[in-house]
């Protein structure tokens, strides 16, 4: 068993390291990617396959001082409506380009705040996105739910639009934390909004959960985490909170010197993850937990689990499609992303065009690397029959990087014939032994704590 003194001499509690979400990290993303390429690239996708959407809403009520996402308050309803109009602008750009028979595999709307919508557009986004790409079969619908930011009739045109997974974000049940973070969401509130979701036949759930917030000990992580598992979450995400202040400015409200340590995060996440498990929750890559009859435990076990931009999915599609202000694409050929700030992305889809900003082209062993880190941060091991049938590698070379990453962290990963294998004792390294397989330069990324 790895404790922490030799947790600390590997650098665990000093590191900052991608959460690879994508391979090459957003940060190494250039103007090499512009607009007319995307349009390419999607005009070029094969008729009658599946793609997955993703529609981003950058708008809430209320600013929460712990989020570090692109978003931007507002207290009407105009620019929403605003927005949504130039989403359907950027949809019937699609709809022009796409070949025939595309559908959807997965459907998410994130944000911000999707569901500050009313439900009239609710319905007149839902239905304009249908009409451009309809779900496929076993397709899922999902939405990002703000208990604070919901009611009846929103989820009444959400149900019927085809929503049937919801997703809600949690952080803590406790008031001190809550305060502090900026985030008023009481139990009951929560509670209700579950209660309402189900009512309305949608079974599935998401639940997101935070630790290393500021005044967090393990005594109020698990009366969080008992509370939550009292709301019976078909996934759980249990990300580390990422304290960057200098990237979001709302985050200077929060106290520094309330956070946990690295050494105190990790006992943060130890006692949630102890808790799910005990619940009979599976758990998923390094941070998240499903039922046992839920999509990502069967895909985890048949060796189909993907890491995407919204964390671990059993989505199969090879083409994720990013519509609205800073959305990110991913295609075989590389990555997309629209242009970050609002009034730019409206400018471009106004004027008849993708808002495509920057990107990355695939080159060299990007997709190696990609598929190396995915599988280290989904399955913790390195199939090397898997590697050398699918990509230009020779076992030599596979095996001289596998020794690289095992000299780096003191002979603890496993070589063995069939490949690469991180021991359970040693996961909680998974994101540094990942920046091991990394060939691009991380030092002035801004990337946020390895635990």
């Not at 507002?74 to 949809?91: G, M, R, W």
């Not at 991913?330 to 629209?338: D, E, I, K, V, W």
């Not at 990963?413 to 091991?436: F, N, Q």
């Amino acid at each position: 068993m790895i404790v922490k003194p030799q947790l600390a001499q590997l650098g665990l509690f000093d590191a900052k390291v991608p959460r690879y979400t994508s391979y090459p990290t957003a940060p190494h993303f250039s103007n090499d990617v512009g607009a007319s390429l995307y349009d390419d690239w999607i005009s070029g996708l094969k008729p009658g396959s599946a793609v997955s959407l993703y529609i981003h809403v950058p708008f809430c009520r209320r600013l929460c001082w712990f989020c570090a996402c692109r978003t931007q308050g507002t207290q009407t309803d105009n620019p929403v409506i605003a927005y949504v109009d130039v989403l359907k602008a950027e949809l019937d750009l699609l709809a022009a380009r796409l070949p025939e028979g595309v559908t959807m595999s997965r459907l998410h709307w994130g944000g911000g705040t999707p569901t500050l919508l009313n439900p009239d557009l609710m319905r007149d986004l839902a239905s304009r996105i249908l009409d451009v790409v309809p779900l496929g079969p076993n397709a899922e619908f999902s939405v990002e739910i703000d208990p604070n930011e919901i009611d009846e009739d929103r989820l009444d045109a959400l149900a019927e639009a085809g929503m049937n997974r919801a997703s809600i974000g949690v952080q803590d049940f406790d008031d001190e934390i809550q305060k502090t973070i900026g985030r008023i969401q009481s139990y009951d509130t929560t509670r209700k909004a579950v209660d309402m979701i189900r009512a309305r036949g949608i079974a599935s759930l998401n639940a997101d959960i935070l630790y290393g917030l500021p005044h967090q000990t393990k005594t109020r992580m698990t009366e969080s985490v008992q509370k939550l598992l009292s709301l019976t979450p078909d996934r759980v995400a249990l990300y580390g909170y990422a304290h960057v202040p200098w990237m979001a400015k709302r985050q200077q409200l929060i106290p520094s010197d309330a956070l946990p340590t690295p050494e105190q995060r990790l006992d943060l996440f130890d006692t949630a993850r102890r808790l799910f498990l005990w619940d009979n929750y599976a758990e998923i890559g390094i941070d998240h937990f499903a039922t046992q009859d839920d999509g990502l435990t069967h895909a985890l076990k048949a060796g189909r689990l993907k890491r995407n931009f919204q964390g671990y999915t059993d989505d199969q599609a090879e083409v994720l499609i990013g519509v609205g202000a800073s959305s990110i694409s991913r295609f075989p050929q590389g990555y997309a992303q629209n242009a970050p700030a609002t009034s730019a992305y409206t400018k471009a889809i106004r004027e008849g065009r993708f808002s495509t900003s920057r990107g990355h082209l695939f080159k060299g062993q990007d997709i190696l690397r990609s598929r190396l880190i995915e599988a280290l941060m989904c399955d913790f091991q390195i199939n090397s029959a898997e590697i050398l049938r699918d990509h230009d590698i020779t076992a030599v070379e596979l095996t001289s990087m596998y020794q690289t990453a095992n000299t780096t962290f003191d002979g603890l990963l496993r070589i063995t014939e069939e490949g690469l294998y991180i021991p359970p004792e040693a996961r909680a390294l998974t994101r540094m032994i990942a920046r091991s397989f990394d060939a691009y330069d991380l030092s002035k990324a801004g990337h946020s704590s390895a635990i």
